[in-house]
Structures are given as C-alpha cells and as structure tokens.
C-alpha cells in the first residue's frame, strides 16, 4: 500500500470512528447513542463495510508490524460490555490479521483469592503490554466501577478497612483510574477504550438465539439472565464511568453494538487511528550497519551451495 493509500485509508477509518469517540464526558449522555446507529453508513452499506473492514485488517498488520520493529510505544485496547454485546467477535475480527508474536490478550473474570488480596489495579497490571505489543483487556479494572458498583456488596471480600468504604468511593476510584491512565500515557503506553453498546431488546434476541442454537449453547450463562434485571443500574454506572474517565489521553469509543458489522468496523478504525497518530515506522539502519549488509550481501552471493547427496 502506497503512502498515500494509507493516508486515504487512515482518513477514511477516522470519520467512521471519530463520532463515538468520547474525549471529554462532561456532557456525555448514554441516551443520546443508539445501540442501532450505523451512522455515517446505512444498512445496504453493509457488503461495503465488510470490505473495508477487510482493508482496516490488512493496514492493522501492517502498522502493526511497524510498532513491533519500533519498539518504542505500547497500545493497550480495552474493552467493557454488556454480556452479549459482541466483544469476543470484535477482537477476533479486527485482530485476525495480526501477527501474534506481537499482540496479548487477557480476560478478567471474578477476581481470585490472591488478587483480592491485593489492590484492585494489580491483576491488570502484571497484563500490561510490553513496548512494541498490543495489549487486549476483555473487561478491565472498569469491572471495579461497574459490576462493584452494581453490586457493593461485592467490596466486602476485597477486605479493605472500613473507614475507606465511603460515598466517596466511586468517585475516588474514578480520579485514581484516570491518574493511572495518565501516568500509563505518559511512559507510551496508548491506551483506546471501548464500551460496546448493545439494547435490551438485541441482548434479549441473542441470548434466545444462543438457546435456540446447539452449537451457541455453550455461550449461555444463566447469570447472564440474572444480570439483566439491573439493566437501569449497569447503564448508570456506565454513564457515569464514561463521564468521569473519558479524557483526551484515553478516550472511550461508545460504539452502538446492535450491527456487529458496524461495531467492527468501528472498532478497527478507531485502533487504526490509534496506531496511525504514533508516528510509526521501522528503524533507520546508520552508515556502519549499512556496511554490514552491504557485506553480508555480498559473502551471500559468493557463497557455494552444498553439493547434493
């Protein structure tokens, strides 16, 4: 791909991504994006998204090559939703051209015995990806503002002193993820995070699709069921996290999930948007390295090949 294919293509990923994303929340209203929107393409545009996610996967690889040859930056993509919502797909969709030497992903579910143990950053930090990688988190340390927050009685078994168990608490917790942020930023680590937003009604008709469907049985969780009648209380709680941790060094991508074309599209866009504001490229060689090739090249081409057996 020419430099300028590239160029056209970043811009093009860009303007699909650019309206979800959320850099400043003070505003943000989460009714005010529709699960359904596939704004600025319409449904018959879906054979064309498909292609030009096609396109996003093979620039993806390609930028992604260059990242891991810099060694310089880190991305780390996180991702939050409601259950069904499509994050497994996302990430296998728009990553499926990666090489991945290159790429690590980590789910957190329920934390374990040992890490509530510790402080509630500290499993996610031992995932943090290394320079030259792309770090995948399947839901995040954005669980301890969410499912926590949803259910407090969850904060009884992270054994924290009870004067430190306030009203206050979320809203610490908040300012302590965005310093976190910060601090990651600030020692290159581009941090894109996406919240996958899906209706009520599409979860409902997929949760009854994975019920209907032998081979998606295994997908069904009758927590799942159970989650649902907090609906109200999850979409708060989203809100308010977006609000309070949607900054310009690591927006959230409120990306509607009712179309999984859509959501991958945009997905794909907003990490090749990332990738492209870094500057990538490979590593210039300097005079003596280039005098190496020259005579490795050269000891190559005057070598003998074996004689065969």
């Known amino acids: 791909m020419t430099p300028m294919k590239l160029k056209k293509l970043v811009e093009e990923m860009r303007n699909l991504c650019q309206p979800y994303c959320i850099t400043d929340g003070q505003d943000f209203r989460l009714k005010n994006v529709d699960p359904s929107d596939t704004r600025p393409l319409k449904p018959e545009d879906k054979a064309r998204a498909k292609e030009t ?35 497994d797909g996302a990430i296998k969709h728009v990553m ?24 509630y950053l500290w499993r996610c930090q031992k995932r943090l990806p290394e320079r030259g990688h792309i770090g995948i988190f399947n839901r995040s340390y954005y669980e301890e503002v969410l499912v926590v927050r949803v259910h407090p009685e969850l904060l009884d078994k992270q054994k924290l002193p009870s004067t430190l168990v306030s009203k206050k608490i979320w809203d610490q917790r908040f300012e302590d993820i965005c310093a976190f942020e910060r601090y990651l930023t600030r020692n290159g680590i581009a941090i894109r995070k996406f919240f996958l937003h899906i209706s009520h009604a599409e979860q409902k008709r997929r949760f009854l699709e994975r019920l209907d469907t032998p081979e ?30 949607a900054t310009p060094w690591a927006p959230w991508y409120v990306v509607p999930a009712d179309h999984k074309w859509f959501t991958r599209a945009v997905v794909a866009g907003a990490v090749i948007d990332a990738l492209a504001s870094l500057d990538l490229r490979y590593p210039e060689v300097d005079k003596g390295q280039r005098a190496e090739l020259a005579a490795a090249r050269k000891a190559l081409r005057a070598a003998r090949e074996p004689p065969a057996r």
């Open 216 to 245: 998606k049985n295994w997908k069904f969780s009758a927590a799942d069921i159970a989650e649902r009648r907090y609906w109200r209380e999850y979409m708060a709680a989203y809100q308010d996290m977006i609000r309070a941790t």
């Open 96 to 119: 499926s051209g990666i090489n991945p030497q290159g790429c690590q992903v980590a789910s957190f579910k329920a934390p374990s015995a040992e890490e509530q143990d510790h402080d």
């Open 53 to 87: 996610l096609q396109t996003g996967i093979e620039t993806l690889a390609k930028l992604q090559d260059m990242l891991y040859a810099q060694d310089s930056w880190a991305v780390l993509l996180i991702f939050q939703a409601m259950d069904a919502a499509g994050k």
